[in-house]
């Protein structure tokens, strides 16, 4: 219960990177003694969503400029792997609900762009873990969930702010799902991914400040 609890609080966004994790306050927030918090902690490090420090203790895992690149590269392994799945067996049903997100996506990115929006950030991540989940792969889907890789759509959703995205982006990348052409869905969300990455580091900075 401790482990899902202070995992949950991570992946949404309520524990930010960065945050410490100090046992007594966790133990006395749900109610448990400090041994149930030092397991789910352990259990949480080997997840690669926390990380301990001598002298300083426990904290959510932060990204770096090293640790972006890293992400980025991870997050289109894991993206194109997934698109291509999901060509191959999204029923029409997945496809619609996927349309759905993807005009919502484009419509938060043309409108009225709030680069600190959580419920942006949150709803961007929603659509790029749907596609996982309807690749019919849960493991893809669950390395979406790290929180490196939360982190990472921070800094994306940030990047919109220095280089926009075009208008239907998004959309554009579900109607190529529906073709059923993996390799034309791959290059596509590799397209989609790499739009804009030079502005990474910059957003990464601005992403920061948004944190503190």
Known sequence: MVYQSLRNDIIDGSLRPGSRLIRRKISEK?????VPVTEAIHRLEKDGLVESQPMY?????????????????????????????????????QLEELSKRAKRMDELMAGK????????IQEHLDFHLTIARFSGVPLLEKELQRTGFWELLLVVWVNVSLKPVPPDQHFQLVACFAKHDPNEAENKMREHLRYGA???????????????
Do not use: M, W
């Open 113 to 120: 762009y709030d680069p600190s929006s959580k419920e942006g």
């Open 198 to 212: 030079d502005h990474l580091l910059e957003a990464l900075r601005k992403a920061e400040q948004i944190n503190k």
């Open 57 to 93: 203790g426990a904290r959510v895992k932060t990204l770096t400029s090293e640790g972006l690149r890293n992400e980025q590269f991870l997050r289109e392994a894991i993206e194109c792997q997934a698109a291509r799945l999901c060509a191959e067996q999204a029923t029409p049903l």
């Open 30 to 34: 749900l109610g448990v003694s400090p």
